[in-house]
């Protein structure tokens, strides 16, 4: 890496880093969180879950009930509580979010995208759906899928 850091570990414009550093970093920051704690907060109402996957995947793989479906393209838009566009789960910057994508590896880095917008409990899901899955979590199926 070259370049110089800022508070936080982030790096000033213009600094080159590579992706895995850049993840290790932005990890750091986060509570990560594991599949069977994120159910039962989100059982306890204390988190909203949000699958950012595209939509190949989520037909292929399935669903998670009760998730909010935000592509990652519109994640700052849709949860960001100032936002005129903001889904209507997002009411505020105390929000507990924990955004999952398939493996876990985009999320984290959205999740430190929403950070930015004020939602400082927002994390993401260790693992992605594929730990949530491979959990015995619950998943609805696709249609002709069992």
Request: aromatic share 4%; proline share 3%; net charge neutral.
């Amino acid at each position: 890496m070259t370049g110089e850091r800022t508070d936080g570990g982030r790096v000033t414009a213009g600094a080159r880093v590579g992706i895995d550093e850049l993840l290790e970093r932005v990890r750091s920051g986060l509570d990560r969180i594991e599949p069977r704690a994120a159910y039962e907060a989100y059982r306890a109402g204390d988190a909203l879950l949000v699958d950012t996957r595209y939509a190949a995947l989520r037909e292929r793989d399935g669903l998670i009930p009760g998730a909010l479906v935000v592509e990652r393209n519109e994640l700052e838009w849709r949860l960001d509580p100032l936002g005129s566009h903001r889904a209507a789960e997002a009411v505020g910057h105390d929000l507990r979010v924990v955004v999952l994508c398939n493996e876990g590896y985009a999320s984290s880095l959205a999740a430190e995208s929403l950070r930015r917008l004020g939602l400082h409990r927002a994390t993401d899901l260790i693992g992605g759906f594929q730990a949530w899955k491979a959990a015995g979590l619950p998943v609805l199926r696709p249609a002709g899928k069992r």
